[in-house]
């Protein structure tokens, strides 16, 4: 073969593995960008169908005072307490996946005010780019704000979080020590070492090569930095308040691994700290498959920051 030939053979192959790779980084990129630009669910209910009296709120998130959507629900009476409820990746305030609006009506039973909202770029409220926790802790830490100051003032909060919204109840508790009590159900323990054993999950695609391409592309086009969803770096700024943190044994989207790195390192510091492992439980499914054992260990953590609330024998279900 002549060198001429080689060359153009050369020349052929690495055109050829250019584009493919050109070919593969636009797909990988394509699924990233439709990953964190997410169609938004409907609200299929609110909690008048519930039987609970709510309001129609607006609020801005701390930093970029974004105006969310959300509702609140008042307490039948005086209480000294507000649960702000943190809803899961590509859901809305209603979180009928947990389910959540039966959920809040056994803590509004209780004798709890229920604030519940959308986070950016989720159900009703404003914004293009879900950035998994980054951004959304901002619009937690402004709920939280607008809890105490706005719509029950000086009353004290509780968050209870699912899956994203359990990791940003954690981010925002080490944030805001304001935040009296966390429940975390499925929490990730940090977004990147996740996101690496765990991303084919969401894109179903093969680990190699789009983890890479996606992890690699993708945030410096959205402008996002998932290494800074990290609440396993910041624990200890929790003190000892109680947080209760609940995972399902069966559950391969989240896996439990991440709720029990978790407790190991939030264990250092907080005596209050609780971890509850659920048997054949898939992810947020604790609450469907042990209700009453769910509600019981709820109303435990939030019984601790107002003694005054009264659980009926069923728990309000």
């Known amino acids: 073969m002549s060198p001429s030939w080689r060359r153009l053979r ?3 192959v690495i055109i050829g593995i250019a584009i493919m790779f050109l070919g593969l980084s636009g797909y990988g990129i394509y699924v990233g960008w439709r990953l964190t630009h997410l169609p938004r669910m409907k609200l299929p209910t609110t909690p008048a169908f519930w039987g609970m009296q709510y309001s129609k709120v607006r609020f801005f998130s701390a930093v970029d005072h974004l105006r969310l959507h959300g509702w609140f629900i008042p307490a039948a009476h005086k209480t000294s307490l507000t649960v702000i409820f943190s809803h899961g990746y590509g859901e809305n305030r209603a979180d009928i996946g947990v389910p959540g609006l039966l959920m809040m009506r056994a803590v509004h039973r209780w004798g709890a005010n229920i604030l519940t909202f959308d986070y950016r770029a989720e159900g009703r ?11 959304e802790v901002r619009d937690l830490l402004g709920a939280v704000k607008a809890a105490r100051t706005t719509f029950a003032p000086g009353t004290k909060v509780a968050v209870v979080g699912y899956s994203m919204g359990a990791t940003i109840a954690l ?12 429940v975390a159900d499925s929490p990730f323990a940090a977004l990147v070492p996740y996101l690496q054993r765990s991303l084919p999950v969401w894109t179903n ?20 930095n998932p ?18 943190l609940i995972a399902g044994k069966a559950d391969k989207t989240v896996p439990d691994a991440n709720s029990k790195l978790l407790y190991a390192r939030l264990s250092r510091t907080d005596p209050n700290a609780v971890l509850w492992l659920v048997p054949g439980a898939h992810h947020v499914e604790s609450f469907q498959l042990r209700p009453l054992q769910y509600l019981a260990r709820l109303y435990a953590v939030l019984h601790s920051v107002d003694p005054q609330l009264k659980a009926p024998v069923d728990f309000g279900l």
Do not use: C, Y
């Open 205 to 224: 695609l093969p680990a190699f090569p789009f983890d890479w391409i996606i992890l690699t592309l993708v945030p410096p086009l959205t402008g996002t």
């Open 125 to 135: 409220s404003p914004g293009h780019l879900v950035s998994v926790g980054q951004f």
């Open 10 to 12: 050369w020349r052929n």
């Open 227 to 244: 290494a800074l969803v990290d609440p396993l770096a910041h624990l200890a700024a929790l003190g000892k308040r109680p947080v209760l």
């Open 171 to 182: 981010m925002a508790g080490e944030a805001d020590p304001r935040v009296a009590a966390i």
